[in-house]
């Protein structure tokens, strides 16, 4: 079985929270590689054909700054035949006309380069006004709460993995 490279940024130390969290719910360290995108390369996205991209949004409607500083880098990865899976934190209380956009923006671009995005999540419980992370009536990934909703974590990263389980063949 190809382990599953899941990079991620944090601000905050939410966002690596539920990165361990998705890890240990898709079977620990002997599946999943846990990088913290600040220390990444992109020879790095290069040794996995399943990824796992993890960014919080931050101020309005931003990327978190270690994936601010790497954006324009992703352009140098071949993303073709990668399955990629996207998760975010947000707050879509005091920021609902941007909640989730930091992951819809990731998406756009890695979409363009040849990812195949899975784990779309749907929208039902949450409630914000507008998000670059929709396509259609779903979400491109995981959108996690911890401001608003942080009972609702847990079970929603073990829905979610399980759905990546059957996407990713693990």
């Known amino acids: 079985m190809a382990k599953v490279g899941l990079f991620f ?14 890890q240990k719910a898709l079977g ?7 990088i913290d995108v600040a220390g990444a390369d992109v020879d790095d996205f290069g040794k996995y054909s399943c990824l796992i991209i993890g960014c919080p949004t931050w101020n309005i409607g931003e990327l978190q700054g270690d994936w601010q500083g790497f954006y324009d880098e992703l ?10 899976a996207y ?5 879509q209380v005091g920021y609902a006309d941007n ?10 671009m890695i979409a363009s380069l ?6 779309y999540w749907p929208t039902e419980g949450y409630e914000f006004t507008t998000s670059k992370a929709l396509r259609g009536d779903q979400f491109v990934g995981l959108a996690l709460d ?10 929603r990263v073990q829905t979610w993995t399980q759905k990546l389980k059957a996407e990713f063949g693990l």
């Not at 620990?28 to 846990?34: K, P, Y």
């Not at 911890?146 to 079970?155: G, I, M, P, R």
């Open 87 to 91: 998760f975010g934190c947000g707050d």
């Open 146 to 155: 911890e401001d608003n909703q942080s009972e609702l974590t847990a079970k």
């Open 28 to 34: 620990g360290a002997a599946v999943v590689d846990l």
């Open 99 to 108: 909640f989730q956009d930091a992951i819809g923006m990731l998406e756009e």
């Open 75 to 84: 352009e140098a990865v071949d993303f073709s035949g990668k399955k990629v």
């Open 9 to 22: 940024g944090t601000q905050t130390g939410n966002t690596q929270t539920v990165a361990e969290q998705i």
């Open 114 to 119: 040849g990812g195949k995005t899975v784990g």
